[in-house]
C-alpha cells in the first residue's frame, strides 16, 4: 500500500527556521497536504500544494515538493512557541488522505 | 456553520462492552471518513462512507467494528466487544466531493472533528 513517512522529533529555537520532512510512495499523487495538531485537539489544514506544483509559500510557511524523489517539506519561517505541535503530512489516495506517523515540533525559548 | 462534530469527546468503556462513537459532518457535505490514532502514531484510515453506503473499507479491522452513515442522522462508528488495544483517538472528517482532479482542491477539503477519545479499562 502507498506509505508516507516523516522523522518523529525537531527541536527549534524561537525565532529559526523549522524545517520538517515528509517521504511518499504514491507515484499518482494529486494532492499533499500539512495539518497540525495541538494537544488534545483534532487537525488543522495549514496548507497544501498540488503536484505539479514546485513551491507554495503562504505567509511564514514554505512547501517544497521535489516530485522526482517524492519529498515534501514544510518550512516554518520564525518560528514561535506556539507553533508547538505535531505536524502531519498526508497523500490524496484516490479517495482517501494517507498520513505521515507526525513530527513533533518543540520550540524553545 | 458548525464544524464536523464528534460526541462524545472522552468515552470510556471496560472490556467487553460496546462503543459507540458518533460523527456529524459539516452542513452539505455527504462524505464522511474515519480515522484512529493510536498513542504515538499517526491517523491510520479505516473507512469512507456516503450516504447510506460503504465506498471503501480497507481500513477497516474484520471483526468487531463497523461504520455506518445513514439517510439520516450521524455516522456510527460501532466497536464490539471492546479490548485494551481499542483505546486510541478516533476522528471524523467530511468533505463534499470525492473528486478532485475534477473539481480542484477547495471543494474536496477534509475538515475534521475533534475527535472521541476511548478508553478500554
Known amino acids: 500500500g502507498e506509505d508516507v513517512e516523516q522523522s518523529l522529533f525537531l527541536s527549534v529555537r524561537e525565532g529559526d527556521s523549522s524545517v520538517i520532512n515528509c517521504t511518499y510512495t504514491?507515484?499518482?499523487?494529486?494532492?499533499l497536504y500539512w495539518y497540525k495538531q495541538e494537544p488534545g485537539a483534532g487537525l488543522q489544514l495549514l496548507t497544501y500544494i498540488f503536484s505539479n506544483m514546485d513551491m507554495k509559500q503562504d505567509q511564514r510557511l514554505t512547501v517544497l515538493l521535489n516530485k522526482k524523489d517524492k519529498h515534501l517539506s514544510l518550512r516554518i519561517a520564525d518560528t514561535q512557541t506556539g507553533d508547538s505541535a505535531i505536524y502531519f503530512c498526508a497523500d490524496y489516495n484516490t479517495d482517501k488522505l494517507i498520513f505521515g506517523t507526525g513530527t513533533r515540533l518543540q520550540v524553545f525559548p | 456553520n458548525a464544524g464536523v462534530m464528534q460526541n462524545p469527546r472522552h468515552l470510556v468503556r471496560r472490556r467487553g462492552q460496546e462503543a459507540r462513537l458518533r460523527c456529524s459532518p459539516m452542513k452539505g457535505h455527504s462524505h464522511v471518513y474515519w480515522y484512529r490514532q493510536l498513542p504515538e502514531e499517526g491517523l491510520k484510515f479505516m473507512v469512507y462512507l456516503q450516504k447510506e453506503n460503504i465506498i471503501d473499507e480497507s481500513g477497516m479491522p474484520k471483526e468487531r467494528f463497523s461504520a455506518e452513515f445513514p439517510k439520516e442522522g450521524p455516522s456510527i462508528l460501532r466497536i464490539q466487544q471492546v479490548v485494551r488495544g481499542d483505546s486510541a483517538a478516533y476522528f471524523c472528517a467530511s468533505s463534499s466531493n470525492r473528486d478532485t482532479r475534477r473539481l480542484g482542491h477547495m471543494n474536496t477539503e477534509a475538515f475534521f472533528g475533534q475527535g472521541t477519545r476511548l478508553t478500554v479499562v
Open positions: 504514491d507515484s499518482s499523487s494529486t494532492y
